[in-house]
């Protein structure tokens, strides 16, 4: 017997099963637009939140060195803080607030200056109070030098 070959010349027609539907084109390019923008979304909030850590962070620092110069002020004799020799002329402070650095690498700066007899309210108090003037100024390289100023008042109660 002889073989016979034959050859279909019919196109195959792939039929789908209706449970294994892909996903067409338009479906893929609307969900990576989708996705794309939520990610840049969030990438920018974190841009946005490390900005704010940032500030928030140099606010507590700057807090930090005005409490210690207060303090220090608080911890010395009257006629120390009138005659300058309680706390020095300019003070330098690191970028932690400690007062490790110099002239040269510093981050912040106190200046003081100390008002031995402050008219308050037009009353003289005979040379009982004092007040203290801080000027803190911030050396920052993205945003330039930014300037705060604290005043307080030491009484002379005999310490």
Known sequence: MERQSCINLRPRVFKRNSGTR??????????????????????????VGLKIFRESEDVSIRTQILQ????????????????????????YFDQFGSTNATAQNYVYEVHHKVDANPHLLDVNFDQTLAMVRLELVTRSMSSGYKTNYLSFIIANNGK
């Open 68 to 91: 210690q110069v207060i303090s220090l002020a608080n911890q010395s004799h009257y006629s120390e803080i009138i005659d300058g020799s309680a706390i020095p002329e300019v003070l």
């Open 22 to 47: 892909g996903f067409s084109l338009i479906e893929l390019v609307i969900a990576i637009g989708i996705a794309s923008f939520v990610l840049v979304t969030l990438l920018g909030l974190v841009a």
